[in-house]
């Protein structure tokens, strides 16, 4: 119900976001258009089109629209997959799901066997005695094949089982089409399938997996139809085209080719190959039951038209099956006891089952290996003041610490209290501070990143202005940047361990070299007439980078911060791959080796929306800093 208005809701706002904004669009002049800076910042109503197709195809392709608006389609489908599965097999022996029939393509497949190896023993070095024997076997094989073939040869009581099968499925697809069938079942049986539908889950609630017992009368009729033809076909395979002639002959060979495998001796290997092959082929033939070509023509004209019956009794299905249930659908166990789904519903997870997930991993009691997502814990101000302030800061204190006096009482002064303050040696209130996943792979990669840009920009600065900045750290800059950040993970956690320095130290490796050759290619493009011009106007060095190097580099270097983003959260999610106890990487990675397909997807959003923030803060950072960008 929830998903059906949200889709409803995401139809309107994208077409009428569209119509918004083609009206927009149709109000300014193409002139306009191309001279205004402004035409690059898009507008929220494409913002609003654009997420609303992305989760409209989410929804679509992840078969949520059909789980909300036939929530019984599933179900459904799972009967018709069984009713699929139960003639798949017998179908593979006619002209339905191959091109030739089985009999037709062993028949071809096993007489070129028999010719190359023929004509093999002809051109071998054997004795003359040992070939025409071995061809005498060959040419009784193939009379064996040539005896099931013929029509003429089958007895009566396998053509009438034939026949038999055949009127079984024209049964079968007459009462197909009938409104009473199937038959109306006993009270017990009865009792027993509402039992198992009241025991039985609802789509979704296990993953992939489809309530397998039908819930509606049209599954019902595909759930009794299937288990009805899986008797048939069960009964056809029974059949065996075993006339007298073939078991006389069949016989015969066999006792020969074993007569004449003993009477070989143990050094005639080659011989023993070639008889060998011989028995391979026979041994095939034997057990192939061939029918003749026009034998088992009633049973394929009857499949075939309870294929087309079946299909128009779809109805309404095969539409929901066609749009609702893209480039894939639901299938049924070889045994038909379960189904499961097919195609994009497999791998995509549906948005309300990755939201019902995910604000699970949020609660503080579930969270993910005993850690929410993101939450909060309370910690004393006293804690944040200690982490804050230095131990040191009551070192350097005038005066010395109290002593005890001689009645064992010890009187702070202020030397103490400073101390007390910077260990957090006192009492305070509480304040909520953010914990979890998410917020340990947030701080690691916003640390790593100030890190990177209060080093990085300053050096970028220096290397633009002075030519013995470039050429003294351009060498060492260049050696390291070009190198995969991956690569420096397995030395940096070995060094540092797996906690929160590593991590951070290689985001600080990345964001550096990044911001180092922002800030310098800022500052080595600044033009000359500015900076003359700040010189005429009598501008100090100090005031000539202030003003003027430093405000034209800010472009490149808010462009590199946003460029460092990226490349942060790639590396941190590595290296939290390689060793971590905490963070999305963490996640992701042990939700991998589980299977965890929800999980990985949540994390792959979490990481996108977080360098989506990140990204969009970045724009209204330069938004504010650098209005005249584009503007002359």
């Known amino acids: 119900m929830i998903t059906g208005f949200i889709t409803i809701v995401l139809i309107i706002g994208l077409f009428s976001s569209i119509v918004y904004g083609r009206k927009l669009v149709k109000t300014e002049k193409v002139d306009a258009v191309f001279g205004n800076p402004e035409r690059a910042n898009g507008g929220y109503h494409w913002v609003v089109a654009g997420s609303c197709s992305i989760l409209l195809l989410w929804l679509f392709f992840s078969w949520d629209i059909a789980r909300s608006f036939y929530p019984n389609s599933a179900n459904e489908l799972c009967q018709v997959a069984k009713v699929r599965e139960s003639v798949l097999g017998i179908n593979y022996i006619f002209p339905i799901e191959e091109r030739t029939l089985k009999s037709t393509a062993f028949i071809e497949r096993e007489t070129k066997n028999i010719n190359n190896l023929k004509s093999e023993i002809q051109k071998s070095i054997l004795l003359d005695q040992y070939k025409n024997k071995f061809i005498y076997f060959l040419d009784e094989t193939e009379l064996l094949i040539i005896s099931l073939s013929d029509e003429n040869n089958l007895d009566l009581e396998s053509q009438n089982e034939v026949d038999s099968i055949a009127n079984k499925i024209w049964k079968l697809t007459e009462n197909f089409q009938k409104t009473s069938y199937p038959p109306k079942r006993s009270g017990e ?376 983003v990226g490349v942060c959260w790639g590396t941190l999610v590595a290296a939290e791959f390689l060793a971590g106890t905490t963070g999305i990487g963490f996640v992701e990675n042990v939700a991998r080796k589980y299977m965890q397909y929800e999980h990985i997807w949540i994390t792959i959003f979490v990481m996108g929306m977080l360098g989506m923030i990140f990204d969009l803060a970045m724009r209204w950072i330069i938004k504010k800093t650098i209005p005249w960008r584009g503007k002359g």
């Open 189 to 564: 049986e009865e009792k027993e399938a509402l039992n198992l539908l009241k025991n039985q889950t609802s789509w979704g609630a296990t993953g992939m997996e489809i309530p397998p017992y039908p819930e509606t009368k049209r599954g019902l009729k595909f759930e009794v139809a299937s288990k009805e033809m899986n008797l048939i076909v069960e009964e056809f395979f029974q059949i065996k085209n075993e006339n007298s002639v073939f078991i006389k002959k069949s016989a015969k060979i066999k006792e020969q080719i074993k007569n004449y495998k003993d009477e070989l001796q143990d050094n005639q290997e080659i011989e023993q190959q070639y008889l060998k092959q011989i028995s391979k082929i026979y041994g095939r033939v034997s057990r192939s039951n061939i029918f003749p070509s026009n034998t088992l023509d009633s049973v394929e004209k009857s499949l075939i038209e309870f294929d087309k019956v079946q299909k128009k009794e779809q109805g309404s299905l095969k539409i929901i099956d066609t749009f609702l249930f893209p480039t894939g659908t639901i299938v049924a166990s070889a045994s038909g006891e379960t189904c499961s789904e097919q195609g994009t519903g497999r791998w995509l997870p549906k948005p309300t089952d990755t939201l019902r997930i995910f604000l699970h991993l949020l609660k503080p009691s579930e969270g993910y290996k005993n850690i929410p997502m993101l939450w909060y814990e309370m910690m004393g101000v006293n804690q944040v003041v200690a982490f804050i302030i230095p131990d040191w800061v009551a070192d350097i204190m005038p005066g010395k610490y109290p002593v005890h006096s001689s009645d064992g009482k010890v009187k702070p002064n202020f030397k103490k209290t400073v101390l007390d303050i910077a260990t957090g040696e006192f009492k305070a209130f509480s304040i909520p501070i953010p914990s979890g996943h998410i917020w340990d792979s947030f701080l690691r990669v916003f640390l790593g990143l100030a890190l990177g840009v209060i080093a990085g920009v300053p050096l970028g600065l220096f290397m633009g202005l002075s030519r013995f900045a470039k050429g003294y750290f351009d060498p060492v800059i260049e050696l390291y940047r070009p190198v995969p950040p991956l690569a420096w993970a397995p030395l940096i956690i070995t060094v540092f361990g797996i906690d929160n320095s590593g991590k951070i130290f290689l985001l600080f490796m990345v964001s550096f070299a990044i911001m180092i050759v922002s800030a310098r290619a800022g500052a080595s493009g600044t033009q000359l007439s500015k900076i003359h011009a700040a010189h005429s106007l009598g501008a100090s060095k100090w005031q000539i980078l202030r003003q003027v190097i430093f405000p034209n580099s800010l472009p490149e270097i808010l462009t590199g911060i946003r460029v460092a």
